[in-house]
Structures are given as C-alpha cells and as structure tokens.
C-alpha cells in the first residue's frame, strides 16, 4: 500500500468517524478516530493527526472524558501550531469552548467560543452540523451558568482576540490539567 493510499485511508476513518458520531454511535467513532491517530502518528502526517485529534476530542467531550479531550487538543493545537496550520484554529478553539463547558467555566467556554466565531469570520468557513449540533448545547449551558451580561462581555473579549494571541492563551489553557 502506497503513502497516499494510507492517508486516503485516514481521511476515510476519519468520516467513518464523524458519521459514527453524527449517528450517536460512539463505540464505532472512538475505534476509527483511534486507528486513523495510529496511522498518522505511523506515517509522521501531522496536518491529518491534528485534524483526527481534534475532532476525537469532540466525541471524548461529549463521552464525559474530559481529560483525554484535553490531551487530544494539546497534541492537535502542538501539531497544528508547528506546522502553521491556521485553518486549526477554529477547531481548535470552538471545541476546546466545549471542553470549557464540561469542565464548568462558562467564562472562559464564553471567551473561547468568542475567539473561535472570529477566526470562523476571517476564514470564511462554515460550521458542519455536526459540529453546530456538538457546540450549540454546550455553549447555551455556558451562557445560562454565566448570565447574559458576564457571558456576552467574555465572549466579546474573545471576539477581540488576534490570532495569536487566541492561540496562544488557549496553548496556556489546555496546559493546565482539570
């Protein structure tokens, strides 16, 4: 099997894996993110590892697996920061908003959600609803924990966020064990 056949079979793990999730079937995601993590980190592809790595965490945010999710975010954000991935960052940055939630810090779930909104904007990109239907439920927590007030404030200031600097406090973060 050929290099390109391996990453073609890592980008269709991968949407076995999404589509897993999409159906609510977590057992059959967490086998196909887990054997496209290994081919990736087999074949030192680190664009296809940070994008299999962020959206495992997704699944492992909503599987209650805290933990695990932030570990899959700090080698995705580590990879994805090393090798100027750009197009990561609102991934990174909206699933790790969802991280915030479930780790009860509607603040900093604000603030990341606000800076994640702003690099959707500069992109251009579009959310999948798979990735609405993950974020949307977690972020209507954050905003009801918070108040409206204090939650619009921290997202506005994470709307204000330049790139960088977004990433940067979220590298910080993501450093900190629950």
């Known amino acids: 099997m050929t290099l390109g056949d391996r990453l073609l079979m890592v980008r269709n793990l991968d949407n076995f894996a999404e589509a897993h999730r999409a159906a609510g ?16 980190r ?13 959206n ?14 932030r570990a899959h975010l700090q080698e995705s954000l580590v990879v994805a920061r090393a ?4 197009g990561m960052n609102h991934h990174l940055l909206e699933v790790s908003a969802g991280l915030a939630a479930v780790r009860d810090v509607p603040l900093r779930a604000a603030r990341l959600n606000g800076a994640a909104a702003s690099r959707l904007h500069e992109t251009g990109a579009r959310r999948e609803p798979v990735d609405a239907a993950f974020i949307d439920p977690l972020i209507a927590w ?21 790139r960088d600097a ?5 590298e910080s973060w993501l450093a900190t064990p629950a």
């Open 56 to 69: 495992f965490a997704r699944l492992l945010i909503t599987q209650g697996q805290s933990e695990s999710a």
């Open 83 to 86: 090798h100027a991935n750009f």
């Open 25 to 40: 079937d977590a057992r059959a995601a967490a086998q196909c993110y887990g054997e496209a993590i290994d081919i990736c």
């Open 142 to 162: 954050s905003r009801a924990a918070a108040g409206e007030p204090g939650f619009d404030d921290a997202e506005q200031a994470g709307r204000a966020l330049r």
């Open 166 to 170: 977004a990433m940067t406090e979220l």
């Open 42 to 54: 087999e074949l030192d592809s680190p664009s296809m590892l940070a994008i299999v790595a962020c």
